[in-house]
């Protein structure tokens, strides 16, 4: 992606905010999403860029370094525990909203995109070129690439393509010196850590070069509730066993939730699915793969892949695609979220007493999503994601909340780490895997400063297993002096094999 000339470049001075500015308070809370850290009392920026051109990166890096200021590095604002914009050491944000440019090359089957650009606008800008054509990646819109694409990517064509980083061709990233490297310059070390790594471990992702995929005309999509009473625990349960293993163009979620009618509490278990193909196709793999379900023709509906982000976003029928460009999410809320992945079918009897501790809870929501197909194809050492092969499905858990107060907060935040303390016999061990990108402090945290390689390792080997060393030695050389760091940074660690070996 070119960028702009010298002579041409904007003066940072228009980009620039203090808290003295009047844009300041916008500017800031503009992409925090989760309104746990838009208090009065949550540590604000000594200032914020909101670059519009690489030069403003470059600068805002020099500067930091200068004056002994930590960076934080924004896209969307979707960091679930808030560390792209909070810092308890004095902190400026580097916001990434102006540059969103996308530029789409369908001869080619590429596309280079800025970090700042959201998916929906990625998504939008390819379907205006063509609707064969798309990305495999989250299907929440206003989620910024940068940090969706640095932690991973994933989304419901994974079991068909794999990863958003399993498609990454190439990146332009500013280093901790003010360089502005591609792939060629930043060696392959540095570009396999920032594709799933966290790129705010080492420098700061200004664009990525995307492999687009095909896609077909015509895709079909379902959403289906079924509670206890009608067998949510059976189908639930046959659900593990054929998820992973269909058809790599269906991709089958389930959503668990806790319902309170009546007379009585329940729990609801929605099944959301995009299939590559007709309705027809749908229907006879469904039939034979899937028939406890009871899928008919009534719950399918065919549209484009474009039209099918519009849907899995759960905005009405009807919608016009352009909601993609839409930056603001539908609802803002307190939130928190933790992730697990499952490698062994969960019995019935275990199902019951999951749902039964969700029914208890009241509050926290579960999401199964499917791996195999593609994921189970690429070796865990490609990028730094290693939750490959062996994994059924990874599991988002998930409590949001209206109310401000301290205590509306301690209590949701007990309830959803009850559910995660009860699901441990179920979930994957040494380590207990997650996902970057449900970030969860929860796991454990670097002190300011430098920290050591047993500290992160609490956390990281959770993140990326066995992949975890190797990014503590591509960091140890590119950012020897850490000065891209946070609570869940990669560390750099000068004596590694000493630290290491201990």
């Not at 594709?195 to 005309?217: D, N």
């Not at 659900?239 to 269909?246: C, G």
């Not at 499952?342 to 791996?371: C, H, R, W």
Request: aromatic share 12%.
């Amino acid at each position: 992606m070119p960028f702009t000339p010298l002579s041409a470049l904007p003066p940072i001075s228009g980009v620039f905010y203090t808290p003295t500015n009047s844009s300041y308070a916008y500017v800031l809370q503009s992409y925090i999403q989760n309104l746990r850290f838009m208090s009065s009392t949550t540590p604000k920026p000594s200032f914020i860029v909101a670059s519009s051109h690489v030069s403003h990166v470059q600068a805002t890096i020099i500067c930091c370094k200068i004056h002994g200021l930590q960076l934080r590095i924004r896209s969307g604002g979707h960091d679930y525990d808030g560390l792209s914009y909070v810092s308890d050491v004095p902190f400026v944000i580097l916001d990434m909203f102006n540059l969103r440019e996308v530029s789409v090359d369908i001869e080619n089957e590429w596309a280079w995109v800025q970090s700042g650009a959201t998916m929906g606008e990625l998504y939008y800008r390819i379907a205006e070129k063509s609707n064969l054509y798309g990305f495999p990646a989250g299907v929440c819109p206003t989620v910024g690439v940068g940090g969706h694409f640095s932690g991973g990517g994933y989304g419901n064509m994974m079991r068909k393509y794999g990863l958003s980083v399993d498609n990454v061709l190439d990146a332009q990233i500013v280093d901790a010196n003010g360089r502005i490297l591609d792939r060629e310059s930043m060696g392959e070390d540095l570009f396999w850590a920032i594709r799933g790594g966290g790129g705010a471990s080492f420098g700061v992702i200004v664009a990525w070069k995307i492999r687009l995929v095909p896609v077909p005309e015509t895709v079909t999509v379902f959403r289906v509730e079924r509670t206890l009473e009608q067998g949510a625990i059976d189908l639930l349960h046959q659900w593990q066993y054929i998820a992973d293993k269909i058809n790599e163009d269906l991709f089958i979620r389930v959503v668990i939730l806790p319902v309170n009618r009546k007379d009585h509490k329940t729990i609801k278990a929605k099944f959301v699915s995009l299939f590559l193909g007709n309705s027809e196709k749908l229907l006879a793999l469904m039939s034979e793969s899937f028939p406890e379900l009871g899928i008919n023709g009534n719950n399918c509906i065919e549209m484009s892949w474009v039209e099918s982000i519009v849907y899995w976003s759960n905005y009405v029928k009807g919608t016009p695609i352009s909601v993609l460009l839409d930056r603001t999410p539908q609802s803002r809320k307190y939130a928190k979220k933790k992730s697990d992945y499952v490698q062994a079918p969960i019995s019935k009897a275990d199902l019951k007493g999951i749902l039964n501790t969700m029914m208890e809870l009241q509050k926290p929501a579960l999401t199964f999503n499917p791996y195999g197909g593609r994921m189970s194809e690429i070796s865990e050492s490609e990028t730094p994601f290693p939750h490959r092969a062996g994994n059924i499905y990874k599991i988002q858990y998930s409590v949001t909340w209206k109310e401000e107060s301290m205590e509306a907060a301690d209590h949701n935040l007990n309830m959803i780490r009850r559910i995660y303390d009860y699901m441990t016999p179920y979930v994957s061990k040494s380590p207990r895997g997650s996902y970057l990108n449900y970030r969860d402090i929860d796991l454990g945290v670097n002190q300011n400063g430098n920290v050591s390689y047993e500290e992160a390792s609490i956390w990281g080997t959770k993140y990326f297993k066995d992949n975890f060393d190797r990014l503590v030695q591509v960091k140890s050389r590119v950012d020897p002096d850490n000065f891209f760091r946070y609570e869940q940074s990669i560390p750099s660690v000068t004596n590694r094999n000493y630290v290491m070996a201990e």
